[in-house]
């Protein structure tokens, strides 16, 4: 599943937005996170593992313990919570950036970004405003055209995407990703952009930059982990049960171990304790999905679904999946109201837009 469409059919199973990808500007590359409501290892980070990337973010963390007032470390740890598309903890370090040095508008820029892709790639009033202390910002300028597309504004959208390409050094790592949204919006087929660079390349080569890790105060204690041991966080979310971020990174830790079966329990676990959290329901669905074999869509998953629908009327997700459910059992006209109200939200003309409307037109 995505943040976005997932259609099951014969013909070839998952083909309407199961890669309604999201570009991460962050690490001064283009890294494609293929936002999947939980966190894909391999498709998220490029063939490495989450442990690298959270062993990234524990030399960081030690490095911060020590030197808390290290605001380039500050912006990698931001960064490589992003890779683990871990928002809050991305969101924080940003925030501790941001308040020393208050003045950079790239700061501002990064920050948006974390907010939107925490979102699920709809630009949100705290995002937008984030954008608007850095307007001169590539990301700022992207993502503020997308939220034009988002509200139906499509050729004005289009416009600051061409003006953008146009501006972008032509050896620009993401500008193959401009390019690819305005195709987008055209609604013409186009080739999924690839990274020059990868994004632990990245933060590795910077920690390099930034040499060796300061010993932390010997009074202190040693900073958290990022990537405890599976019982660390069992025991965790025993005694926190109200810890979403926990409950998440224990399900990211099966997954990352190959241990889907253990991750699709934590998750059941983490939705019994806090029913009405919308990342940890997507997070459910999204692994739900992964074990769908057959065209007929499980109860289990449709009850999910329906749990979101409850909380966000409007999640595009819920919206496909709820439709498709209801044209599998004949409820034709339940079927075509939710696609009907997707459709509102997807931008006129697009690929998606004008695949959803096939499905509407099929309809008996």
């Given at each position: 599943m995505a943040s976005g469409l997932d259609l099951v059919t014969k013909e070839g199973s998952r083909f309407f937005l199961k890669k309604r990808t999201k570009k991460l500007l962050l690490l001064g590359c283009v890294t494609t996170v293929v936002h999947a409501t939980s966190c894909r290892a391999q498709d998220a980070t490029h063939g490495h593992s989450p442990g690298d990337?959270?062993?990234?973010?524990?030399?960081?963390?030690?490095?911060?313990?020590?030197?808390?007032?290290?605001?380039?470390?500050?912006?990698?740890?931001?960064?490589?919570?992003?890779?683990?598309q871990n928002w809050p903890d991305a969101e924080d370090a940003f925030a501790h950036a941001m308040?020393?040095?208050?003045?950079?508008?790239?700061?501002?820029?990064?920050?948006?970004?974390?907010?939107?892709?925490?979102?699920?790639?709809?630009?949100?009033?705290?995002a937008a405003a984030q954008f608007g202390q850095a307007p001169d910002d590539p990301r700022s300028i992207y993502y503020l055209a997308l939220a034009l597309a988002q509200h139906g504004e499509t050729e004005k959208a289009k416009a600051r995407l061409r003006s953008l390409a146009d501006a972008a050094p032509p050896d620009a790592d993401w500008r193959q990703m401009v390019v690819d949204s305005l195709h987008s919006l055209d609604g013409t087929a186009h080739p999924q952009s690839t990274p020059q660079s990868s994004a632990i390349d990245a933060v590795e080569d910077e920690l390099?930059?930034?040499?060796?890790?300061?010993?932390?105060?010997?009074?202190?204690?040693?900073?958290?982990?990022?990537?405890?041991?599976?019982?660390?966080?069992?025991?965790?979310?025993?005694?926190?049960?109200?810890?979403?971020?926990?409950?998440?990174?224990?399900?990211?830790?099966?997954?990352?171990?190959?241990?889907?079966?253990?991750?699709?329990?934590?998750?059941?676990?983490?939705?019994?304790?806090?029913?009405?959290?919308?990342?940890?329901?997507l997070a459910y669905a999204d692994a739900l999905a992964d074990g769908i074999t057959e065209d007929?869509?499980?109860?289990?998953?449709?009850?999910?679904?329906?749990?979101?629908?409850?909380?966000?009327?409007?999640?595009?997700?819920?919206?496909?999946?709820?439709?498709?459910?209801?044209?599998?059992?004949?409820?034709?006209?339940?079927?075509?109201?939710?696609?009907?109200?997707?459709?509102?939200?997807?931008?006129?003309g697009s690929r998606e837009r004008k695949s959803l409307q096939e499905r509407l037109d099929a309809l008996p």
């Open positions: 990337f959270a062993r990234m973010a524990l030399t960081l963390k030690t490095r911060l313990a020590a030197q808390p007032k290290d605001t380039d470390s500050w912006i990698l740890l931001g960064r490589t919570y992003a890779a683990l308040a020393l040095r208050p003045d950079e508008p790239a700061l501002h820029a990064q920050l948006g970004e974390v907010l939107t892709l925490k979102a699920g790639g709809q630009v949100g009033d705290a390099a930059r930034l040499g060796p890790p300061p010993a932390a105060p010997a009074d202190d204690a040693a900073p958290p982990r990022d990537d405890p041991p599976v019982a660390a966080l069992e025991d965790r979310v025993r005694r926190e049960p109200a810890n979403a971020a926990a409950w998440l990174m224990l399900a990211r830790t099966y997954r990352a171990t190959g241990d889907a079966p253990k991750a699709l329990d934590a998750l059941r676990r983490a939705n019994q304790s806090l029913p009405a959290n919308m990342d940890l329901l007929k869509l499980p109860p289990q998953f449709i009850g999910v679904m329906q749990q979101i629908n409850a909380i966000d009327p409007n999640q595009q997700d819920a919206l496909w999946y709820l439709g498709l459910a209801a044209a599998q059992r004949g409820d034709n006209h339940r079927a075509a109201a939710l696609w009907q109200r997707l459709a509102g939200q997807l931008p006129a």
